[in-house]
């Protein structure tokens, strides 16, 4: 199994650091419990995932101002999460579940993280206590979901779902803008068929009155022939 530092090492040295949004480590170990690896260089890190490493500790845990997605799910952590607010302060989604979280006293240290929307608490001791989801949203109030759903039990919506509906509905207007506006096109074809039809009708009258004209001038020299007769 791939050490948890080697894989920071690895990924630092296939790509720069500095660049890096998205890092997963999941199921790595960790050595003692603790992060390994991972610096203040991982500045525009926005996702992070270190699923079943078994930390203990966030002790070590860098400054990332921009990360906003943290997975921390299937570990033995059971405090110090005041060091969330400190170094990542504008986190919106936080997993802890699995972990060895047993009181409200150790959530309260989430109150300073004032844009997280979606907490994980699943599967932690903490969840076995009585009133337990009206107490974690009466303690971080500025909360949306608990466990994938809010105060209502509505589901918390899929952020990839949502990705795609609002690509579909801009191929939809891309299609429309193609076509153009319904009937548009219907009102130029009825115009021409009405031209088509007062064309044919001219042509109609003018072949008639070139009839009647050379019935006329046979007229007289049928009457001439009579005469000589």
Excluded: W
């Amino acid at each position: 199994m791939v050490g948890f530092l080697v894989l920071v090492n690895l990924t630092s040295d296939l790509l720069s650091s500095s660049k890096v949004t998205e890092l997963v480590l999941d199921n790595c170990r960790s050595s003692n419990g603790e992060i390994e690896g991972l610096n203040d260089s991982f500045k525009e890190l926005e996702f992070l995932s270190m699923a079943n490493v078994e930390l203990t500790s966030l002790a070590k845990l860098p400054t990332l101002s921009k990360l906003r997605k943290l997975e921390l799910s299937d570990n033995i952590i059971s405090g110090g999460l005041e060091v969330l607010a400190e170094r990542c302060p504008n986190l919106t989604y936080l997993n802890l579940s699995g972990n060895k979280i047993k009181d409200l006293g150790t959530v309260e240290a989430l109150q300073n993280l004032k844009n997280l929307k979606s907490l994980d608490l699943f599967n932690c001791e903490i969840t076995n206590l009585e009133d337990y989801r009206d107490s974690i949203f009466e303690l971080l109030q500025q909360i949306t979901y608990l466990d994938g759903f809010d105060q209502e039990d509505n589901e918390a919506p899929d952020s990839e779902d949502d990705d795609d509906e609002e690509g579909d509905e801009d191929d939809d207007d891309e299609e429309e803008d193609e076509a153009g506006p319904p009937g548009e096109y219907e009102e130029e074809d009825d115009e021409d068929d009405g031209g088509s039809d007062l064309g044919e009708g001219e042509e109609e009258e003018e072949v008639a009155e070139g009839v009647r004209g050379e019935k006329r001038k046979r007229d007289p020299e049928d009457e001439g022939e009579e005469e000589d007769d």
